[in-house]
């Protein structure tokens, strides 16, 4: 840390606005980022992200919004790629969209 002493007044800080302290940009391993949206018809969308590896970095997510029946579960693992003179940043994963209220099975349909 190059600048310990800019903590000694967080705890007294009440607006995290005002404390200057922001979200790393590098997630530690089993670090939770939730979230929630709130739709025009009064019903909520749920957001819960994790960082369950570290190298290579990985992030598994899981989004629901159960009274429209809507489910996703994935992982996200970010890639570079060198292209002579550039470099690109890609996504790999892979995501699953159930439909909760559709299909025969209990849970719904893939």
């Known amino acids: ?6 903590l ?3 705890p007294d800080v009440e607006d995290p606005v005002q404390s200057g302290v922001k979200k790393p940009l590098n997630p530690i391993l089993g670090e939770v980022f939730t979230c929630y ?6 019903t909520k969308g749920y957001y819960i992200a994790e960082q369950t590896s570290h190298h290579p970095p990985k992030s ?7 009274e429209h029946g809507i489910r996703v579960d994935g992982t996200l693992k970010p890639r570079s790629k060198f292209l002579g003179n ?3 940043s890609l996504m790999e994963g892979i995501s699953f969209l159930r439909f909760t209220k559709r299909g ?3 849970g719904g349909e893939k």
């Open 37 to 42: 949206w709130e739709y025009p018809d009064n």
């Open 104 to 106: 025969k099975s209990r």
């Open 60 to 66: 598994s997510y899981f989004f629901m919004a159960p």
């Open 86 to 88: 550039s470099a690109a």
């Open 8 to 10: 000694l007044p967080m």
């Open 1 to 6: 840390m190059a600048h310990p002493e800019t």
